[in-house]
């Protein structure tokens, strides 16, 4: 089943067109991994996926309803589709917890004692029950980057979109992040992820999109994109990656 379909998105920066017309399906439960180099367009197509940018041209459908229609309140919207960047963007004056109570306490008037218990639990589930009271310059970056992820769950989205969450980890982070969205796989998530991992989107993507100058040249399994690729350039910029 379809639960967010991109039909001719367009975006423009100015006179620059980030997003040519892009049409693509992610259905319930799907992992679906953006590949492609720096400036072609993945971050910016998941920021219009949750209208952080409003489209310039096409159409946005979750569950079947335009949310991409110009005077939308985005607020429901992005509710439902969480994010998560490669900037952490803690609070530094928060403890983890408050960090990740801030919103559903905002959003929903939830008191702190009713959220706690489901909150303890998101935070143990990713190995840092014992970090709920540490303020982030207390945290490594991979613990940071899975608190960050812990406040888009609170919010209980219906889709993650994860922008390049691991670029900006040491190497020996990356691994503990990536656990994160396995889990999150097993569990059913629909996802969306840009990303550099390559392994990664091989092991458990359910699709994989090349995009170049902000179109999707090519789609497909990872096991026939990276085996099989049929384009050009995507045949070059994975002999530059792998």
């Avoid at 991409?68 to 004056?93: K, M, T, W, Y």
């Avoid at 998530?189 to 999109?209: I, N, S, W, Y």
């Avoid at 090349?210 to 497909?220: A, C, M, R, S, T």
Wanted: proline share 5%; glycine share 8%; with cysteine.
């Amino acid at each position: 089943m379809t639960k967010l379909e991109l039909q001719g998105v367009t975006k423009r920066f100015g006179e620059n067109v980030v997003c040519r017309g892009i049409d693509l399906k992610i259905n319930e439960g799907e992992m679906v991994c953006l590949i492609g180099a720096s400036g072609s367009g993945k971050s910016t197509l998941l920021r219009c996926m949750n209208l952080l940018e409003p489209v310039d041209d096409g159409v946005i459908l979750l569950d079947g309803v335009d949310i991409a229609e110009p005077g939308l309140d985005p607020q429901p919207v992005r509710q439902r589709i969480g994010i998560v960047f490669q900037s952490f963007n803690l609070f530094p004056h928060m403890t983890a917890v408050e960090n990740v109570m801030l919103a559903p306490r905002r959003v929903h008037n939830r008191t702190r004692d009713d959220l706690l218990p489901e909150v303890t639990e998101l935070f143990t589930r990713f190995g840092l029950a014992d970090r709920m009271d540490h303020y982030p310059d207390q945290l490594s970056g991979g613990q940071q980057q899975r608190v960050a992820i812990v406040r888009a769950l609170a919010m209980k989205p219906e889709i993650m979109l994860f922008d390049e969450i691991t670029s900006a980890l040491d190497p020996e982070l990356v691994g503990e992040v990536l656990d994160v969205l396995r889990r999150l796989r097993e569990a059913g998530m629909t996802m969306v992820l840009a990303t550099h991992e390559m392994g990664f989107a091989r092991e458990l993507a359910d699709k994989v999109c090349f995009l170049d100058k902000g179109v999707i040249l090519e789609e497909g399994p990872p096991a026939q994109l990276f085996s099989d690729p049929k384009q050009e350039r995507t045949c070059a910029f994975l002999a530059r990656v792998l």
